[in-house]
């Protein structure tokens, strides 16, 4: 199974020798990390040529996956010298580095989150309005095919598999499900919700139907909206299919719940087509 790198700027996908860097927002291509036959990162490349974007490409790499940095290599000298101030260091020591870095960039996600709602004029006091906690980027993806507007989508490692057994298992009751919408990162999210600024809508309008960026279910990779391939996407006509009949039934049993019903205490309105997967729901059922 194919996974997927996240840094707050990019995406990187696997290579047979290493990594594609590719710009988070479209998917363009933007460069490279090359692995030797140890498993350990030795050089990379980006274009137009920007040292703190391959820096953070490598970083994510070695922190997240089984690659080592090479500290005796271009990239690992590089590394050394924007984190560690020139020391040698080590294989582990620069690994260690790698985390710490990972670790800070999602230290500073509260503030991207705040920056990103002053500019879209969002209440200071949303997460406590609404009741919903902020929600961390998934660092890793998993593509899970194109949905019904034939775009590719991704979704957490094991939110992925979970959906591939959930999907697989209502085939085989002749029901179809089809995704619409899974992974979002925090800018796509603010996209949404400034398109919708744009058309003329009141704030309070919006976020009663578009979580605010960096409050949204689908930043962790475990959310997917799904669609029974009939009729408009996203609509609450979407409850009297059969996928939605099969989801209330059966859903629970691969860790999926509805995430925002009638009533729901966020002031959501209703989603009849938005389900996350909740690992302790799967457990509770397995117990």
Request: aromatic share 10%.
């Amino acid at each position: 199974m194919q996974i997927l790198l996240c840094t707050p700027h990019l995406i990187l996908a696997p290579l047979d020798d290493g990594w594609e860097i590719q710009n988070k927002q479209n998917r363009s291509r933007l460069g490279w990390l090359r692995i030797d036959q140890d498993s350990r990162l030795t050089r990379g490349q980006v274009e137009p040529e920007d040292p703190e974007l391959l820096h953070e490409a490598a970083v994510v790499v070695g922190a997240q996956r089984e690659q080592r940095v090479d500290p005796d290599s271009p990239l690992g000298r590089s590394l050394q010298e924007a984190f560690l101030n020139g020391d040698s260091g080590s294989e582990n020591a620069l690994q260690d580095i790698c985390r710490q870095v990972v670790q800070s960039w999602q230290g500073r996600y509260a503030d991207r989150v705040t920056a990103t709602h002053r500019q879209l004029g969002l209440p200071e006091d949303y997460a406590e309005q609404y009741q919903l906690p902020m929600v961390q980027e998934a660092l890793e993806l998993s593509p899970i095919g194109q949905d019904v507007f034939e775009r590719p989508q991704f979704m957490a490692p094991f939110a992925a598999r979970a959906w591939r057994r959930m999907s697989r298992s209502a085939m085989a009751d002749g029901v179809s499900m089809f995704p619409v919408s899974a992974f979002r990162s925090l800018e796509y999210q603010a996209s949404l919700v400034q398109k919708k600024v744009e058309r003329g809508l009141d704030i309070d309008e919006i976020l009663k139907s578009s979580a605010a960026p960096g409050y949204s279910e689908h930043h962790s990779g475990c959310a997917i909206d799904i669609d029974a391939g009939k009729g408009k996407p996203l609509e609450e006509d979407f409850e009297e299919t059969d996928a939605f009949a099969w989801l209330t039934e059966h859903a629970l049993e691969f860790g999926f719940r509805m995430s925002f019903p009638r009533d729901n205490p966020h002031g959501i309105a209703y989603e009849p087509w938005h389900w996350a997967y909740t690992p302790e729901i799967w457990m509770l059922n397995l117990s």
